[in-house]
Structures are given as C-alpha cells and as structure tokens.
C-alpha cells in the first residue's frame, strides 16, 4: 500500500479543518483573502477528494483507501478509516457542495457578516461532514457526527434569519437528544461484542456470526434508530428540520439539505442494518411506515406553506421518506435507490436551497404571495433554472430525482423474504399517490412564483439575474441532475458491489 | 448507444439499425435550440426542422426494410444493472414501430413548418422549437424503445413537454391552470401504468419488451399477473390518451398554441396509450378475458361521451379536442376486440394522425385570420381561405368516415370487426358515435366556413408556411387509407402491422354502406340545423340534456370540489396544522418540562450545595478574572475554542493512550 493510498482521506477531510485555523488566524479586514482563501481551501480537498477516484478501484466491494491506527488504545478506539462504494458518492458529494458553497460565498455572505468566522465554521463543518463518511470506528463516526452540530448551531443561529435562535437551539438539542441514544447503543455494541471492539467491520463480521442476541439488537437498535432517525429526519422526527431549513442562511440550508440528512440514512446502511440485522429486519415494516408517512405527510405539508424556503424543507422530508423506504425492504434494489436518492436529493435540493437564497437575497422576501409571480418575466434565467431544479425533484425521468424514487417503488413491491408483500405493497401504492401530490405541490409552486405577470412592486425594482458567481457555483450541480438522471449507472455502478456484499453478509444477499 | 456495441437479435438489423438515429437527431436538435437558438436567425427554428426532416426520411428508409418483408430487429446496449436487475437502452424495430416513426417525423415537420408562420414574433419563439423538438425526441423514443423503463422516460418526458407547452402562454392563469391540470391528470394514469412495469419486471425479471411477450407465450407468467400487469398498465393508457375517467385534461389543454394541440393533443403523443396497449398486447390478449371487456367498456363509454360533448362546443378547438378523445376510444375499443381488432386498432391511430393534425392545423389557420377560437364568431369563410377550407373540408370528411378518405377505411374496420367478434354494444355505440361524429362536423365546418362572416376585422388566407403543410396533410389524408384499403385487396399496413397470424376481415359492402349511410345521415341533420347561422344553438331545445353536457357531466366539478380543492387546501391546513401543535406541541412539552426540572435543579443547587461552595467565593473570583476573557460574548471566539478544545481533546487523548 503506498502512502497516497494511506493517507488521502485523512488528508482531504483533515485540509478544510487546518483551512479553518488559518483563517481563523488571518485578520479580518481582509476580507477578500479570507473569502479566497476558503476556496482554495475547499478547492484543494476536492482536488485531493477526485484524484481518489483515479486509484479506486471500482469492481471490488471492500474498504479502500483503509488505514487502521490505535488512537485511544484505553477503550480501544483506533483512528480507522476507509472508503468503499457505499460512501464514496456521499464523500465526493461533499467536497463538491461544500466547494461550491465556498463559491458562492465569494458572492453572498449573510448578515450580519463576519466572514472569518463564516467561512471558518462551514470548513470546520466540512471536516465533520466527510469524517462521517469515512469513520469505521463507531467513537470516530460519534466524534465527527457531533463535530458536525457545532458549527451548523453557529451558522443559523448568528447568520440565520428572524427566527434563528429558536430554530438553532431546536436542531441542536432535538439531535443531542438523539446521539445520546445512540451513544448508547454503541456502547452496548461495544460492551457486548466478544472482544470488545468499537470497529464497525468487526462488529459487522461478529453480528454475521451471530454475535448479538436478538434481544439486545432489539433495543439497541431503538438507540441507533433515534439518532439517525432524527437526523435523516424521519417522520415525526423531523419538525426540526422545517425550521432550522427556514432559518439557516443559504450555505447552510445547502448543506443541511444536501450532506447532514444523509448522515442519518448512511447510518442506517453502515451501521444499524449490518450490525444489528435480525432487529433491522424486525423493525423493517415500522421504518418502511414511516417512510411512507413521511412521503404523504411532507408532501400535503408542502402544499399548506406559504415560505418558499419551508415548502422546500419540507420537500426534503417526502424524499427522504423515499430513501427510508428502499432502506427498510433490505434488498440491493431498495440499498441501491436508496444511495441514489441521497446522491440525487443532495444534488437537487441543494441546488434549491442555493436558488431560494438568491431569490431571497434579490426580493428580499420568501414569501410566495409577496413575490406574487411573474419571476419568468423579471430574472428568466433564475426563473428557468428554478423550474428545471423542482422539476427534477418531482421526478422526472431523465432527471436525477427519478431514479432513486422510481427504485425506491419497486423494492417496495419485492420486499426482502421474510417482510410482509402486502404491507410492502400497500405502502408502495401510498408512495406512488406521494409522487402525484409531489408533482402537484412543486407545479403549483411554480404558478405561483415563476409564471403569470409582473406585480407592480417589483415592475421597476432593480433586480438581476444570474450573477456569474452564481453560474459557476450552480453549473456543476445543473450538470450532475442531467448526468445522473441520463446516466444512473454513474452512482448505481458504484455502490453494486459494496451493498451485494453487505447484503451477503448480514444473509440477505 | 454505441454502433459498434450493437448486436442484432432476430436475424439482419439491416436498414433499421438507422432507426435510433431518428430518436436521437431531435434530441440533440433540442439541446442546440436551448443553448444556441437566440443566437441563430431564425431562431433556431431550422435546427428543428432539419433535424425532424433528416429523421423523416430515415424513417422512410427504415419503413423500407418492411415493404421488403423484412423482420423485427432489436439492438440494445446495456445502460445500468441494479440487484439482479439489468436495464438496457435499445431499440425494436418492427412494423409498428416503422409506421409510427414515420407518422411521427411527418406530423412533426408539418408542424414545425406550420409555426414558422404562426408562432412568428412570440416572445418565447426560441423555446417553444426547443420544446417540440424535445417532445418529439420523447415520442420517438416511447416508439423506438425495446425496454419499459425507456419507454417509461420518454412517456414522462413527453408529459412535461406537454405541460410545458400548454402553459406556453403562462401570463395568463387560465393557461398555467390547463398545464397542471394535464400534467397531474395523465400522472394519476401514469402511477398505476409504473406498477404495472413493476409487474412484469418482477414477473419475468426484465423490463425487455419482446423477452417479455416471449416469457408470455412460453407461459411463464401466471394468468393473475397478466390480469393485473394488463389493468394497471391500461391505467397508463387511459390517462395519456384521455379515456374517460381520466379525459379531463384533454379539452383543456387547447390552451396551449394551435400546433401544440395538433402534435401533441391530437396526432402524437395521446396515441402513446393506444400505442403501448398495441405494443404490450400479448399481456392484454393472455389475461383473464375480461381485462379486454373492461377495455371495451372504457372505450365505447368514451367514444360516445366525448363525441356527445363535441357536439355543443363554441371553440373549434374543442370541438376538435372531444372529437379527439372520442376517436381514441375507437381505437382502445378496437384493440379491446382482441387480435382480430388489433391491426384496426392501430390503422384508426395511423390514419386519424393525418387528419387531426389537418384539422387542427386548419383551425389554426382560422384562429390565426379571425383572432378568436369561438366558431360564434366566424362564419363564411370559405371565400376569404379558400385553402384552409378545402383541405379542412377534407379533413372532417376523413373524420367523418366519408369514403374514400382515409377515415372511412380505419373506422369502418373497427365498426365492422366489432360486429364480427359479436361484440355487439361496442358494435351499435360505435356506429351511434360515427353518426354523431359526422354530425359535429358537419356543424363545425358549417359555422366556421358558411353564412355570413360574424366576427371583426378582415380575415384573409394564412401565408404559405401555414396552408403549405395543410395541403400536404390533406393529400396524405386521402391517401393514406389506401394502405389498408380491404375492398381493393389492398393490405399493405396489415402486413407491417399485425398481432399472430394477423388475419383481416374480407370487406363487406353492407357494413360499409351502413356507416357510410350513418355518416350522410349525421352530414344531413348538421345541414338541416346549421345551414342558418341562429344567434340560438338549436341543441339548446335538448334542455336538462344540454345542461348536462355544458357542465361536462359534472365531472370537473366532482374532481375540483371532492378531490383537488379538499386536498389542496384542507388537507395540506390539517397536516400543518398537526405539524405545528401536535407534533412541535409534544417537543416544546418536552423542552418545557426539562426546563422545569433544570429549575428545581437549581433551587436545589443554590440552598443546599451552594453554602458549602460559598466559602470558595475567594477562588471563584479570581476564577471568574480568566473566564471573563473567554466569556467575551464573541461567537466568533467562542466558536475558537470549542474548536481548539475539540482538537486538543484528541490529541491529549490520543497521546495518554
């Protein structure tokens, strides 16, 4: 193994944080050099973070890029990390978010200021993001899963808007609340594996064996199920997330929306379902309901909002109803829809949350009825790449959004052996009549905002279209929701591999 | 889809390996006009039309290669894997699939041509060739496809295009209200016609179209899941190609510019339902046999209904769009009458493109000289157009089933088969709706052409760009029948286009002369009303009747008031409603009861613990000197130190271990 392949993870999810305490360092009157230099900070780790890509090698299914060094030799907690199809779309997807966030804060930087500490908490934040999806050892994914919280709790409580201290506090706490339990859980992981191990491969291989007895998978996977169910967020888990979405300045809400949702759903695949599979199967269908729930209750939401921004926090909820869905039929169809549908969600809602803020930072309003329609007329391009993005999250085909909705469907209908077809089936059908009332929230979106005429207010307002930073932040995102869609096997062919052997293992293969 | 990767299946691909290229070509021609067209004279209309016009007469060429009695060939490329699961994208190229590339690729050059003169100076030019080109990319490629899941992207595809051009004219709320409308409507089809996919993917593990026909004739598929797959897939049908309960949409959506109606809402893309019952036949005809009677009854239900709606309307365009829904259903009612109906079926769907698209061209081209849609308003003018008359004429004589026009051939196929399976209700509704049919047309050309102009302005005939693709239309509507023209021995389209053995009926006078007698009789009952422009619509003596089809049956008023608004507003006001006080309620209970407790806490804390801390007061102040530095109510610094904390954490624990 040679040392690149030892050590470029660590490297690439380690630059953002040592950017951060340099720009911590720099002064703060010069602002344009802390805003360059963000970029080429983040720049340079999505260099690092590709360049992975020409030496991963895409056929095998088990950890690359591996390196497995004692850290706290106490509790036996070892710096174990590695990158295998499951989670290399999320770790890319990351880098390229988080660069592109880094992009338009050239531009955009919320109220009240303060760049260094912007820019510096949402670096940090993408050391904790990555971390997430490289740990293999449950007390480094613990320790880069709360890395996470902190700087997200500062960016919407000081950029945030009106609102924002209560919708900080609420994200804050609602997921404290929920990693307290699954720090429980991990630690009956630990305390009941023979030895005990915190590495999550380990675990694995000693659950397969047949290691943890059914009732204890059983509770523990309540513990784990809270944390990540809070996360993703699961309904009814999730009225955290509505607010601080609405609240959170748009860097945020991208990252939030595209990366931090789908540290939850990524835990159930890594964690909760190779480990404790018997509990998983066990609690398949509840999850599989409230998937669906989640799918019907987001979507009727979304009709009753007034705030563009919540409508699309909202949207979020629906679709991640449909990852939760291919989760819970524990099969590689609904595994694999289910990566894709992280992927896309990241893709596409992201590069809503990036629009909304630009809408927002030109009208000055979020409001549907105060914008009061006509957007095609005054900014076209904005406007334009506005329907294209929520049409791609209603799931046109040809567009990223479908597949992982459309593979989400048919594990339902062929759920894993041993879950209940009907149940499956029924739920499936609530999921189809999802999709027609996601097309009807976003259309109706679109009448409102983009189409009909000018309203008088805004006839003689000096707004502006596209802005070239705006372009080039968005071009990449624009590019993927067609490439993805055209080319599903871009993410599919990835994750093949990796999810066949983690079905094989836990005997679902 | 790499040419060098192609393999033939069933025997020499030949001439119709080209056949992809045809789907391609308007693709491409969509993504030029999107990111060039401003840019380019003409405004990137050529793009379109060289590239539907290149695509023409590839399809030609392919179309050769039947004429030759060539067989079906099939390419395909893989495109992804999932699970057990491979999904390709490829093309099957047989009789079917030859004609309608070719019906395709002629409507849609008629039409492009046709909006060089009638979309000149729209703002949004540009894109509206964008859209056309992109919507006839997907056509295409619902036609081409040899696997569902392709199938299935083009069909959604050709759903938004849709959406996207019936709102063309979205300053108007009217519009963007007929777009949602169509968009949601044919997506209600569109769910059961997925799970439908689901069960035959499930049931023979591929999405492939002809492996699964062949798993269908080897019997591997249990009778039930042909039952279902087959009624769910009808579900997609009856929403794209505007059966009842699902035609709502269709009449709405003539909001949307002239040439849209006639690509997409009459001549194309509300033929893919017909088309995919034409294409999945095998899971229809191997059902349990009332999955076809179900479809008999969709069908006559919506022949009738609609025709009876086109009857009483006052735009032309709508008389046309009923007209269209009502002629669907022949063709559904065709196809439901087993292999026998099959090639008739599918004739109607070939020869009725031709001239819908002329009619709806030609009601274009009035719109266009009289600037209003209400035929109240026009009225004798067949001497200011006397092109848009004739081959107007024309068409509602081929609609109309008047011998020896292309209409008359197809319908009376459907009728007489009908008859002949001894299906005797589709029989007598069929024959009941031609006459009626007739009737409304002869109505709409009377009020549009004859009497006395009635509107503003002088209206005076369309420039070339417009008659010029009516009277190619109106040509082919003439002859296009004769490629089935049974009383000549002529059977030409039956031999491309055929299910089993493909047998056809002989032609029989008797039959024939009925219809045609039913149509005179219509002709001559529209004459006797219509001759004279009456301020007063006589059918209004129909009374409650009237009434009745002037509120559409009700129907759109039981879908806005019991469906669409309860759900639009009550229900999405309930879910926000439990979201803000249900479930928020149960976490500001919890937050609001850990506060609680933290204040007991820290009574406690003060009384009990903190006398004995008190005596440390000394410490504490001293204490409190450094903390006051980092208590600075910076966030900035506090964000500092958390980090510096957390690193230092690490490293101090990773050093001790």
């Known amino acids: 193994m040679s040392g690149w392949e030892q050590s470029a993870i660590t490297i690439a999810t380690f630059l953002p944080a040592a950017g951060a305490m340099v720009i911590a360092m720099l002064p703060r009157d010069r602002d344009r050099f802390i805003r360059g230099t963000a970029v080429v900070v983040t720049g340079a780790a999505l260099v690092v973070a590709v360049a992975m890509l020409f030496s991963f090698d895409f056929g095998a299914s088990g950890l690359q890029f591996e390196l497995d060094v004692a850290w706290i030799s106490v509790i036996g907690a070892r710096y174990h990390v590695g990158i295998d199809g499951i989670s290399l779309a999320l770790f890319e997807l990351t880098f390229l978010l988080t660069f592109l966030c880094a992009v338009y804060s050239w531009k955009v930087i919320p109220k009240p200021g303060k760049t260094k500490a912007f820019l510096a908490l949402m670096l940090l934040l993408e050391t904790g993001m990555a971390g997430t999806f490289i740990a293999f050892d449950l007390v480094l994914f613990f320790v880069f899963w709360e890395l996470v919280l902190v700087p997200m709790y500062f960016l919407i409580g000081i950029w945030g808007s009106a609102n924002r201290e209560y919708a900080a506090i609420k994200f804050f706490l609602y997921t404290l609340f929920g990693s307290v339990f699954m720090l429980l859980g991990f630690l009956g992981m630990f305390f009941q594996s023979e030895p005990h191990t915190f590495d999550i491969i380990r675990l694995q291989e000693y659950a397969a064996g047949g290691g943890f007895d059914r009732t204890f998978q059983l509770v523990a996977f309540i513990g784990v199920f809270l944390g990540f169910a809070i996360k993703v967020p699961m309904w009814p888990f999730h009225t955290w997330l509505p607010d601080a979405h609405t609240e959170a300045p748009t860097v945020g809400s991208v990252l939030l929306a595209g990366i931090l949702l789908k540290m939850g759903t990524y835990g159930f695949i890594r964690i909760a379902l190779p480990i404790l599979p018997d509990a998983a199967k066990s609690w398949a269908p509840w999850i599989a309901l409230l998937g669906v729930i989640a799918i019907v209750y987001g979507a009727l939401a979304c009709l009753a909002q007034k705030d563009l921004k919540r409508l699309i926090a909202f949207s979020s909820v629906g679709h991640m109803g449909f990852v939760m869905l291919g989760i819970a039929t524990m099969t590689p169809v609904g595994i694999n829809a289910a990566i894709f549908g992280m992927v896309a969600h990241g893709v596409i809602t992201g590069m809503l949350f990036f629009e909304v803020g630009s809408i927002y930072d030109r009208y000055h309003t979020r409001e549907i009825a105060e914008i009061g329609g006509g957007m095609m007329l005054k900014v076209p391009y904005l406007a334009g790449l506005f329907a294209f993005t929520a049409i791609a999250s209603l799931g046109l085909p040809g567009l990223a959004g479908f597949w992982g909705e459309v593979l989400a469907l048919l594990s339902a209908f062929s759920p894993a052996e041993g879950l209940s077809i009907p149940l499956y089936r029924t739920l499936m059908v609530f999921g189809g009549i999802g999709t027609i009332l996601t097309a009807g929230y976003f259309l109706w979106m679109l009448q409102r905002v983009n189409m009909g005429t000018l309203p008088d207010r805004w006839r003689d307002e000096a707004i502006v279209d596209v802005s070239r930073v705006e372009w080039v932040a968005w071009a990449p995102l624009l590019v993927a929701i067609l490439l993805l869609g055209v080319w599903p096997r871009l993410i599919l062919g990835l994750s093949e591999e990796a999810v066949a052997s983690l079905l094989t293992l836990v005997g679902l293969g | ?657």
């Not at chain 2, 007063?536 to 469906?563: C, H, M």
């Open chain 2, 1 to 657: 889809m790499v040419a060098a990767a192609e393999t033939a299946v069933n025997g020499e691909a030949g001439t119709t390996a080209l056949a992809w290229i045809v789907t391609v070509l308007p693709l491409v021609s969509f993504f030029l006009i999107v990111l060039f067209g401003k840019r380019l004279p003409g405004g990137g209309a050529w793009i379109g039309i060289v590239a539907v016009g290149a695509g023409l007469v590839m399809s030609l060429v392919v179309l050769s290669h039947f004429i030759g009695g060539g067989e079906a060939t099939e390419l395909s490329e893989d495109w992804f894997r999932v699970g057990d699961l491979r999904f390709e994208l490829g093309q099957y190229v047989d009789g079917l699939t030859a004609v309608m590339l070719v019906v395709v690729t002629t409507v849609s050059l008629c039409v492009q041509v046709y909006s060089l003169g009638y979309m000149r100076g729209d703002a949004r030019f540009t894109w509206f060739y964008a859209v056309i080109s992109l919507f006839t990319g997907s056509m295409l490629n619902v036609v081409i496809a040899n696997n569902l899941l392709q199938l299935l992207v083009g069909w959604e595809l050709m759903g938004v295009c849709s959406y996207l051009l019936i709102g063309h004219w979205w300053e108007e709320k009217e519009n963007s209200d007929s777009a949602i409308k169509a968009f949601i409507t044919t997506r209600i089809g569109d769910v059961p016609f997925l799970f439908g996919i689901f069960v035959l993917i499930v049931a023979t593990g591929t999405a492939n179209i002809p492996e699964i026909t062949g798993a269908i004739g080897g019997g591997a598929i249990s009778r039930g899941l042909l039952t279902a797959g087959a009624l769910l897939l009808f579900g997609g049908a009856i929403g794209k190609s505007a059966q009842f309960p699902l035609h709502v949409w269709l009449p709405d959506a003539m909001a949307g510019p002239t040439p849209v109606s006639a690509l997409i809402h009459a001549a194309t893309m509300v033929a893919a339902g017909v088309y995919l019952v034409g294409r999945m036949f095998s899971v229809f005809v191997n059902a349990d046999p009332w999955v076809l009677t179900f479809v008999a009854a969709i069908g006559a239900t919506t022949m009738l209904i609609a025709a009876l709606l086109a009857m009483i309307q006052d735009d032309i365009k709508r008389v046309l769009a009923y007209s269209t829904v009502s002629q669907l259903a022949y063709m559904v009612a065709g196809l439901s009458l087993g292999p026998a109906g099959y090639t008739a079926g599918l004739f109607h769907l070939f020869t009725h493109a031709f001239f819908k698209a002329l009619l709806f061209l030609g009601s274009g081209s009035v719109i266009h000289a009289v600037h209003s849609n209400n035929m109240s308003e026009m009225g004798g003018l067949r001497r200011p157009m006397p092109v848009t008359f004739w081959t107007f004429l024309i068409g509602s004589a081929a609609l109309s089933g008047i011998p020896p026009l292309a209409g008359f051939w197809s319908k009376d196929e459907i009728i007489s088969t009908a008859f002949h399976e001894q299906h005797y209700i589709v029989w007598g509704i069929a024959l009941v709706t031609a006459v009626i049919t007739a009737f409304y047309m002869a109505r709409a050309v009377l009020l549009t052409f004859f009497g006395e102009y009635r509107g503003h302005g002088h209206p005076h005939e369309s420039p070339a760009t417009i008659t010029g693709p009516l009277v190619v239309l109106a040509g082919l509507s003439v002859v296009v029948g004769f490629l089935n023209a049974t009383a000549f021995d002529v059977t030409l389209f039956s031999e491309w286009v055929h299910f089993g053995e493909g047998e056809h009926l002989p032609f029989n006078y008797g039959f024939a002369a009925i219809s045609v007698v039913g149509a005179l009789a219509g002709i001559a009952v529209g004459y006797r009303l219509y001759a004279r422009w009456r301020e007063r619509d006589p059918l209004r003596r129909l009374g409650p009747a009237y009434t009745l089809l002037e509120r559409k049956y009700f129907l759109d008023d039981v879908y806005l008031r019991g469906v669409v608004r309860p759900i639009q507003y009550r229900a999405s006001a309930a879910v926000n409603w439990s979201n803000r006080f249900i479930l928020d309620g149960i976490v500001h209970t919890f937050a609001w009861t850990a506060r609680q407790f933290s204040r007991l806490v820290e009574v406690v804390d003060r009384r009990v613990v903190d006398r004995g801390v008190n005596t440390a007061a000394g410490l504490t102040g001293f204490t409190g000197g450094i903390l006051r530095y980092i208590q600075s109510g910076n966030v900035q610094r506090y964000a500092v130190f958390l980090f510096v904390g957390v690193i230092l954490l690490a490293i101090g624990i990773s050093i001790r271990a």
